[in-house]
């Protein structure tokens, strides 16, 4: 998370609020991503050092693998979806990847397999650590929005309406283009 986000959320408005929260959902549905691959990359190295320490097919476990972080199974409601594979944070775990031949996993001895392990879950939990930062801040940006919903200093009908007129401006905005 960036130093600039100092702001107490008691100290803004009810439209910084609004806008900071979605900003901060937005950035996390790109962290979370970019937190998933590496996931998913970092268990695919581990199944290879299973690979190595067996004689057994493990074709099952990296399907196994792939399917758990792929599917993306959290349990916050589904935002729209987009192509996040274009993210710095998608870019740097490619880079480390590609510094230490993760496309060549299987030719890699062991202690290259360690040191793309160890790249990857550093990578991982620093965007973890990011990640709970960026919650802990929507979790008081959320606090404050209830709050200001409850004590009557903001209502849902004030809410309806800005989307009303964003919706309508929308509109117009369209038919600007096809007139």
């Keep these: 998370m960036s130093d600039h986000e100092t702001n107490e959320p008691g100290d803004l408005s009810l439209d910084e609020l609004r806008a900071k929260r979605a900003e901060l959902q937005q950035q996390d549905d790109v962290v979370s991503y970019a937190r998933r691959v590496a996931q998913a990359r970092l268990d695919l190295v581990k199944s290879e050092f299973a ?10 476990e990296v399907a196994d693998v792939l399917s758990r972080h792929m599917s993306g199974g959290t349990a916050r409601p589904p935002r729209p979806a987009e192509d996040l594979s274009d993210d710095a944070l998608s870019a740097e775990l490619d880079a480390i990847c590609t510094e230490h031949h993760y496309g060549r996993v299987e030719d890699l001895d062991e202690k290259e397999l360690a ?3 160890e790249a990857i879950g550093e ?7 990011d990640r709970r930062a960026r919650f802990d801040r929507l979790d008081a ?4 929005l209830v709050r200001r919903y409850r004590d009557g200093e903001a209502n849902v009908d004030s809410l309806l309406a800005d989307r009303s007129e964003e919706h ?5 905005s369209h038919s600007d283009l096809v007139c």
């Design 123 to 129: 990578f991982e939990r620093r965007v973890s650590r």
């Design 115 to 117: 040191v793309l392990a």
């Design 168 to 172: 309508t401006s929308e509109l117009q």
């Design 51 to 60: 690979r190595r320490g067996s004689d057994g097919d493990v074709s099952k």
């Design 141 to 144: 940006l959320s606090a404050e």
